[in-house]
């Protein structure tokens, strides 16, 4: 474990640790990954004692901002998120779904005001397992599977 | 949003320099119970929300409130002038003849008056100006505002852009919840209780908004329901798992024999949710109210949100089970209580 970190160490970035496995694919759409200079490592399947298995991500010098975070915990519930300065983690973050999601990612139905007038959207957190959220607007309740489509939908 | 407090008047002082006003009460209140009395001669009015925007906004205590507000206004059904000055504002951005009509009366009755639109075409709109701002415009010339709009959340994001009461008259496909009050204030009204009570909703069960708020509303009571819809539009699942959340029985049955119900609340099944006209013909038949349907019915009250098509059977209009007429007309009390509260009306 101690000597897998250490071979793709980073001297500055992020580590996004505790990705549900599976899912490091989808937290690297939302990040924009295929289109970043610089280098990145995706792992998946890594063991972890403590959840069976997750996925790493490591991006060199970038940080993330508070939509990306959020975006992230929509997909990946779990993932922390460690900011590495000179080898060192200098501030390590689990993410948390919002109570209130706001502006990053589009409703699911087509006839919500969203779509029509210059408002961002916004989902009330409803339920984190399963994962429901709904709209503040059209009160449509958008579940894991919707969720998934949508951030995809954004890029 | 900030209600406009400006006709709150000590009860007392009102009452002894208005001994005319409380007269005029007393006089049209002759159908009103010794309860509403007393309410009349000394509570405020209950406040409801800031906005009524949806039924999942209200709990028991908000509809019970409502449908209180609503029998007190029953004796101001000549007429009364407690919004004199008031003006409301009805935006129609897509026409609801009955929702707007029924608003402009309640508002007339309360001594107001009306301004407003119906479709988009002879507006602003039309010339692409956003709903916010159509809603800061007519705040500027109302001092509350009923819309109704094609789009689902339009009332939700009118009323964060206005500073005066918004009351939704329909958005989109979502909430209509002024409807959902109206039914069932003329159940209690009727009825006299809504908690033990059987009600079966029939008809378009999976794209009936009314259906919807309706028993969205009634999980608030001690009710057991039963639907009846054809095959492909029942009740959707998500409803279902409300109505299980809060203890509600329910069950779904297939036949208008197989219903023992004390309310049965009918809804239009439109042709177009059928694949083909063959196959709604065929269904039609088994989701229409007739003289022989009271057989099983017996004493049982007919609700319906209106227009109907052919779902009840005129011969069905004279019989003591029709409730749906009455039930449109209540739509005045309890627009005009929603409209009173709103407006900060006290007595
Ligand atoms: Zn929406």
Not at chain 2, 158 to 166: G, R, S, T
Request: with cysteine.
């Amino acid at each position: 474990m101690k000597r897998e970190l250490k071979i793709s160490a980073i001297k500055n970035g992020t580590v996004i640790d505790h990705i549900t496995p599976g899912k490091a694919f989808e937290v690297a759409r939302i990040l924009g990954l295929e289109d970043f200079s610089a280098p990145v490592s995706i792992a998946v399947n890594v063991s972890s004692g403590k959840s069976g298995t997750k996925d790493i991500i490591k991006i060199e010098n970038r940080e993330l901002s508070k939509n990306e975070v959020d975006r992230i915990s929509l997909v990946a519930p779990n993932a922390t998120v460690n900011i590495v300065k000179n080898y060192e983690v200098i501030d390590k973050k689990k993410v948390e779904i919002p109570s209130e999601i706001v502006g990053i990612l589009p409703c699911s139905n087509a006839n919500c005001v969203t779509h029509f007038e210059p408002v961002k959207t916004k989902f009330l957190l409803e339920s984190i397992t399963p994962l429901r959220i709904r709209c503040f607007y059209c009160e449509r309740v958008l579940t894991e599977d919707d969720i998934k489509r949508e951030i995809a939908r954004e890029d | 949003m900030s209600i406009d407090w400006c006709l709150q008047i000590q009860y007392v002082d009102y009452w002894l320099t208005s001994q005319t006003m409380m007269d005029a009460v007393t006089h049209h209140s002759a159908g009103c119970s010794t309860e509403t009395l007393k309410l009349l001669c000394g509570k405020n009015i209950f406040p409801v929300m800031q906005d009524v925007i949806s039924i999942k906004d209200f709990e028991r205590t908000d509809i019970e409130n409502v449908l209180e507000n609503a029998s007190i206004m029953e004796g101001f059904a000549k007429g009364t002038d407690i919004l004199r000055g008031r003006i409301l504002a009805t935006l129609f951005f897509e026409p609801s003849t009955r929702t707007r009509l029924s608003f402009e009366s309640a508002m007339n009755r309360l001594g107001g008056s009306v301004i407003g639109f119906s479709e988009s075409g002879s507006s602003s709109v039309a010339k692409g100006e956003t709903l916010q701002d159509t809603v800061r415009m007519a705040e500027r010339y109302a001092d509350i505002i009923v819309m109704r709009h094609p789009r689902d959340g339009a009332a939700r994001l009118a009323a964060e852009a206005a500073h005066v009461p918004i009351i939704n008259g329909g958005d989109g496909v979502n909430q209509h919840p002024t409807q959902t009050l109206l039914d069932l204030y003329t159940i209690k009204r009727t009825l006299k209780t809504i908690d033990g009570l059987r009600i079966g909703l029939m008809g378009d069960l999976k794209y009936g908004r009314t259906v919807h708020s309706l028993s969205y509303a009634l999980s608030w009571y001690d009710v057991t329901l039963q639907f009846l819809s054809p095959v492909g539009l029942e009740m959707p699942l998500h409803i279902k798992e409300d109505l299980t959340e809060k203890g509600i029985p329910f069950q779904q049955v297939t036949e208008l024999e197989d219903l023992k119900v004390d309310v049965l609340y009918v809804t239009r099944i439109q042709k177009e949710r059928f694949p083909d006209v063959e196959e709604y013909e065929k269904v039609k038949g088994s989701y229409q109210i007739t003289a022989e349907s009271l057989d099983f019915l017996g004493d049982a009250k007919i609700l319906h949100p209106l227009p109907r098509v052919d779902e009840i059977d005129p011969e069905i209009d004279s019989t003591p089970n029709a409730l749906y007429f009455e039930q449109a007309g209540y739509g005045i009390p309890v627009r005009m209580a929603l409209l009173a509260s709103l407006l900060g009306w006290k007595l």
